[in-house]
């Protein structure tokens, strides 16, 4: 129960009680990372549904569903997205690049590319329908489980910081394995999902046609959602690796928020295409 806390407490601003932050604790606390997700992902389903009945307007919807993680989380992924990109953007030599990173101050290029994040995710989360967040939604918590898995086995570029201290501390055989659960059980939702799907379609009315097409496209999304994840996370350790030398908290956290942008975009013209296609 103190592994779960201490994740919450780092990674979310959802109010936890104290605990001893010691090496008996931390060991498994990464394991209750991806949870964090998951709530992320349910508030996330039930603020569109709500704007549904509503009838709030796209960009109101699309406003809320980009606050909802920043909110949750208290913005610890977007700090390391806007400290990375300033860290990139200064074209330095590996040494230059880490200690951009520690320095507090944020730098121009971060707050143009942070505004530019925002922009598209209000824009494309005004765009998505509800099968488009219901499957998108999934992705909170297999960022995260990603990132776990990262912690565990790549190399870390510095031998401090947040992320160094929970690598140390962390059992990483139960923490691969708890990741790699994590993404299994993602696949498998989506599968028992759609298998769902396609008879309650049928006892409403839905012809054979329009009926396929829908598991057509489930299909479809579910093979991009995951292609999204394997093409991210290999841009990741290979830009880390290349650039840094290997992993840090500020690069865990613009993994987590590149992924998710890259996903959500990816849903949206893939569900566009698929409508204007038929």
Request: charged share 15%; proline share 3%; with cysteine.
């Amino acid at each position: 129960m103190s592994s779960f806390i201490i994740a919450f407490a780092m990674y979310s601003k959802i109010p936890m009680p104290k605990v001893t932050w010691n090496e008996k604790n931390m060991r498994y606390a990464i394991c209750y990372f991806p949870l964090i997700g998951v709530v992320i992902a349910l508030l996330e389903v039930v603020a569109y549904r709500l704007c549904e009945v509503l009838q709030c307007t796209p960009i109101l919807r699309g406003i809320l569903l980009t606050v909802i993680p920043l909110l949750v989380t208290g913005g610890i992924h977007m700090d390391g997205f806007l400290d990375t990109v300033d860290a990139r953007s200064s074209y330095g030599d590996r040494v230059k690049k880490l200690e951009i990173l520690k320095d507090p101050h944020t730098g121009a290029f971060a707050i143009i590319k942070g505004i530019l994040y925002i922009i598209l995710q209000v824009g494309f989360f005004s765009e998505i329908s509800w099968q488009g967040i219901v499957i998108y939604s999934w992705i909170f918590m297999l960022s995260r489980a990603m990132s776990g898995f990262a912690l565990a086995n790549f190399r870390g570029a510095k031998k401090d910081g947040l992320l160094a201290t929970f690598a140390k501390g962390a059992n990483k055989t139960v923490v691969t394995f708890t990741m790699v659960l994590y993404y299994v059980l993602g696949i498998t939702g989506f599968v028992i999902a759609m298998v769902m799907k396609a008879p309650f379609m049928d006892t409403m009315g839905v012809d054979h046609f329009q009926s396929m097409s829908q598991i057509l496209l489930l299909i479809l999304l579910e093979m991009a959602v995951y292609g999204c994840t394997i093409l991210v996370f290999w841009y990741y350790h290979s830009f880390s690796y290349r650039e840094f030398g290997g992993i840090t908290g500020d690069l865990a956290g613009y993994f987590v928020q590149i992924l998710e942008l890259v996903t959500l975009i990816t849903i949206v013209i893939i569900e566009k295409v698929w409508i204007w296609s038929l």
